[in-house]
């Protein structure tokens, strides 16, 4: 099934077999029965499983088998959360689009930037062929919505941690003068990627929060600057109704992760 060289690709491809394998039992297997089923080498099959009891993607019975573990539980909520995520964000991300006709991201924190879950197209944007899944936090709008309510600890380890540099003449690259930033984005619930990405390039967002007063997500708007300054008033207004009422939702929920 598997034919290509590489060994890391085959291994990958014959552990997923292995958990689909386990997927559609409903009671633990031994190994011998598993690599009979799946028509591999006992000791192929063993090694696998070694390695992804590790991770606790499966679990083993002395005396029953095998059966999936609680990481995959745990994948399976993280990817429930963000699906009913998108849902809630989705008519809301529709319904900007079309009142400014620019381009709509959602994106939760992932791995200190920024990953985009769902996006909304406008026909007349240009920017659809540009949207990147991964964002940098310290030059995007959606990544300086999310990166503005670090506590001070937190802020001051990702600047020192990260390796900053400057994408345009506009870009923000240090502690000091982000902090600047963060007390605006705070006052007005609003950040701006005011050619900091890319020259040429509006972007604004807003941070959508939990009870806890957590980020859990961020949303904005994209678009070519000169259209972007033109209904900048109207694009602020959209995005803060949109976030008000998504944040009614939101306000249930935990901090989504990955």
């Not at 029965?33 to 080498?41: F, Q, V």
Request: negative net charge; hydrophobic residues 40%.
């Amino acid at each position: 099934m598997y034919t290509k060289d590489k060994t890391g690709v085959v291994m990958v491809g014959r552990a997923m077999e292995i958990l689909d394998y386990l997927a559609g039992k409903d009671k633990p297997v031994g190994i011998s029965e598993m690599a009979k089923d799946l028509s591999l080498p006992k000791a192929t099959v063993f090694r696998l499983l070694n390695s992804l009891e590790e991770w606790n993607a499966v679990e083993c019975s002395e005396n029953e088998g095998y059966q999936l573990g609680c990481f995959l539980i745990k994948l399976g909520r993280s990817a429930s959360k963000d699906l009913h995520l998108i849902d809630i964000c989705k008519p809301y991300m529709e319904r900007i689009m079309k009142e400014v006709d620019e381009n709509v991201n959602l994106a939760i924190e992932y791995e200190n930037a920024m990953l985009s879950i769902y996006s909304t197209y406008s026909n007349s944007s240009v920017l659809s062929i540009k949207t990147i899944p991964i964002s940098p936090m310290y030059c995007s709008a959606i990544g300086k919505a999310a990166l503005a309510y670090y506590d001070d600890e937190k802020l001051a380890a990702y600047f020192k941690r990260q390796d900053l540099r400057k994408r345009t003449a506009k870009t923000i690259i240090t502690r000091e003068a982000f902090e600047k930033e963060r007390e605006r984005i705070r006052e007005s619930g609003l950040a701006y990627d005011d050619e900091e990405y890319e020259e040429g390039l509006f972007c604004m967002a807003a941070p959508l929060f939990n009870a806890e007063g957590a980020v859990v997500a961020c949303i904005s708007v994209s678009g070519g600057y000169g259209r972007m300054m033109a209904k900048k008033e109207k694009v602020a207004e959209v995005l803060r109704q949109a976030k008000e009422f998504i944040e009614v939702y939101t306000e249930s929920m935990d901090r989504f992760e990955l």
